[in-house]
């Protein structure tokens, strides 16, 4: 339950990034550095919530860093 909390806390510091991200790319959709921040933001929550066992969660990461 521990490493869930632990994700939980980290999660909302990485979606915080990814909110601003997408301000960011709604006045510059071809800013290819916000893209690629919004890629990673995707992928570390994919990485990080399959480790502690939100697969669901998981699977919805990935299927937006894929986009």
Known sequence: MQSKNI???EANEVIANG???VE???S???NLEAQSTLRRVFHTLKGSSRMVGLTEFGEAAWSFEQL
């Open 7 to 9: 994700f939980f806390e």
């Open 19 to 21: 909110q601003s991200t």
């Open 24 to 26: 960011i790319l709604l």
């Open 28 to 30: 510059t959709p071809n």
